[in-house]
Each structure stands twice: as structure tokens, then as C-alpha cells.
């Protein structure tokens, strides 16, 4: 026992931060944005690569970089992608960021978000603000979903219809320039304190994808404060592939009926409470 703790301290003292990014079949230049972007880097770093289509071209590709790339023998699910190193304690930093491959940002993102953990010891995750590639805000702050909110955005076809929906949700009351809670934080950048896996848990895996950062920061939320700082920024690419593949259309339905069976349809008094405290603070403001 005292020797496994002192090697995790010790492990501590060696990196800063770690990062996972589950690949399928994505493209190399995209990923290879991903990649150069978190390593450029002062800090004490370690990033790993979970291919969850083992192929053999990006196991090639990510011999360029100073990385460990790991094959999976099949695709469990973006949640169980990272969830193979989360649960490996020995291979995290003090902080560990739960990265997408269609992300990219400047060199000094990961230094700030850094600096803003090591001074802010309630928060378990930390969320910059997102853009899209043509300089469009993202709007990945949100509330606790309630079943119109997510089943109506993935089967109302109406833009004009899910807008309205989105308003209260993506919490666009707020004008996003400011750092503030949020109970749900997007899964394409979690930058997460180590510790807060270890009392939070690792993704659900019953999730395959979509919803499992929602579940996640929602049990984060327990412990720590999970809060959006817009002082630096990413570009995230998304694809919105629900949206445009059946099968995937399929995947989210069923995550979301997994999430709504687990923490309440229609009664669920802690998505109420917690939602009412957030929207409370910007009406009093």
C-alpha cells in the first residue's frame, strides 16, 4: 500500500497533464491537428491515442508523433474508448483531458486551463469556449437535459422549431463571455482533474455515444463545480453525424432513452434543483 502511494505521487510530479483521443477512421489531417495542438506544450505532458478501428494506416500515421497509440480488438464505444486509460491510475497526470480528434486550439490553452485548475480546487472540469471553423460560436453549455430538450432536437427536423427549444438549454441566456457553472459541459474537450474520475467514475459504458458526457459531468457535479472559462478558446470541426447517418440517428436515440432510464423522465428533482439554481443566477444578475 505505501508503495503504490508514493508511485502515484511520484507519477504526479511527472505529468502535468494527460490526454485520450478515441480515433475511428478519422481523418489524418484532422487528427494530426488534434495531435500537434495539444503537444505544443511547455507543460509535462502525455497524450495517447485509442483506436477503436485498429487500422493499420493510423497506427502508421501516429508514428510520427511522440505518442502511445493503442489498438482496440473492437469498437466499444467512444465512453469505453477513453475509459481504457481512465482507469489506468498509473498512467494519469494531475489533470487529464478527454480530447476530440476534430479539435484543434493554440499553444497557450493548455497552459491557461492548467493555471485555472490549480487555483480553482472546487472545479473538476473545465470547458473553453468553442467555435466552428468559420469563427460561429458552438453553444455547449447546458442545462440538464429534460426529454423535449434532447429527443426533440434529434427528431424535430425544424431549425426554426429546435432554436427555440435550445434557447433555455444551451443556456443562451447567458452571453457566454463570462466564466460560469454549467451542469453539462461538452464531451469534445473535458479537461478533467484526475481526482474527480477517481470519485466520479469512469463513462458509462451502457452509453456507446451521446449522452456519456452528460452522465459524466452530472456525477462530477457531485464532488466539484464544472465551469466554462471563454478567456482562450478551441475550433471544434463537428460533424453532427446523428444528423445525417441513420445508424447513428439510432445510437443517440438509445442513449438517450438509456440516460432518461437511469436518472428520471419526467421526475427528477435533482435535474430541477440544479437547473433552477443556474438559470436563477442570471435572472437575479
Given at each position: 500500500m ?8 511520484n507519477?504526479?510530479?511527472m505529468?502535468d497533464?494527460?490526454a485520450?483521443i478515441v ?6 489531417d ?8 495539444f503537444?505544443?506544450t ?11 478501428s485498429a ?5 502508421e500515421f ?7 497509440y ?6 466499444a464505444?467512444f ?23 476534430d479539435?484543434c486550439?493554440?499553444?497557450n ?14 472545479v ?8 466552428y471553423p468559420?469563427g ?8 440538464l437535459p ?7 432536437r434529434?427528431l424535430?427536423?425544424?431549425k426554426r ?7 433555455n438549454?444551451?443556456?443562451?441566456f447567458t ?16 479537461f478533467l482533474r484526475?481526482e474527480?474520475?477517481?470519485k466520479?467514475?469512469l ?5 456507446f ?11 462530477i ?8 472559462y ?5 475550433i471544434h ?20 432513452i ?14 430541477t434543483?440544479i437547473?433552477n439554481?443556474?438559470?436563477k443566477?442570471?435572472?437575479e444578475?
Amino acid at each position: 500500500m505505501h508503495g503504490e502511494k508514493i508511485c502515484r505521487i511520484n507519477f504526479f510530479k511527472m505529468f502535468d497533464i494527460t490526454a485520450s483521443i478515441v480515433t475511428y477512421k478519422n481523418d489524418h489531417d484532422v487528427l494530426g491537428k488534434a495531435i500537434e495542438s495539444f503537444l505544443n506544450t511547455s507543460l509535462n505532458i502525455r497524450l495517447y491515442i485509442v483506436d477503436n478501428s485498429a487500422d493499420a494506416s493510423t497506427e502508421e500515421f501516429c508514428k510520427k508523433f511522440p505518442l502511445e497509440y493503442f489498438a482496440m480488438p473492437k469498437n466499444a464505444g467512444f465512453g469505453a474508448g477513453h475509459n481504457f486509460i481512465l482507469r489506468k491510475k498509473e498512467l494519469l497526470g494531475k489533470y487529464h483531458l478527454v480530447l476530440n480528434p476534430d479539435v484543434c486550439f493554440e499553444a497557450n490553452v493548455p497552459e491557461a486551463l492548467f493555471e485555472y485548475m490549480e487555483t480553482h480546487l472546487d472545479v473538476g472540469n473545465v470547458m473553453p469556449k468553442v467555435f466552428y471553423p468559420n469563427g460561429d460560436l458552438q453553444y455547449l453549455c447546458k442545462l440538464l437535459p429534460k426529454p423535449g430538450n434532447w429527443i426533440g432536437r434529434i427528431l424535430i427536423p425544424s431549425k426554426r422549431i429546435r432554436k427555440r427549444l435550445d434557447y433555455n438549454f444551451e443556456m443562451r441566456f447567458t452571453d457566454y463571455n463570462h466564466t460560469m457553472q454549467a451542469p453539462y459541459l461538452s464531451g469534445c474537450f473535458m479537461f478533467l482533474r484526475s481526482e474527480a474520475i477517481r470519485k466520479a467514475g469512469l463513462f458509462d459504458e451502457k452509453i456507446f455515444m451521446y449522452g456519456e458526457d452528460t452522465d459524466l459531468n452530472r456525477r462530477i457535479g457531485k464532488h466539484y463545480y464544472t465551469m466554462f472559462y471563454p478567456s482562450v478558446s478551441i475550433i471544434h470541426k463537428y460533424d453532427g453525424g446523428s444528423h445525417k447517418n441513420l445508424r447513428l440517428l439510432l445510437i443517440h436515440i438509445k442513449s438517450a432513452i438509456y440516460y432518461f432510464n437511469k436518472w428520471g423522465w419526467l421526475c427528477d428533482s435533482d435535474r430541477t434543483k440544479i437547473n433552477n439554481f443556474i438559470k436563477k443566477q442570471f435572472v437575479e444578475n
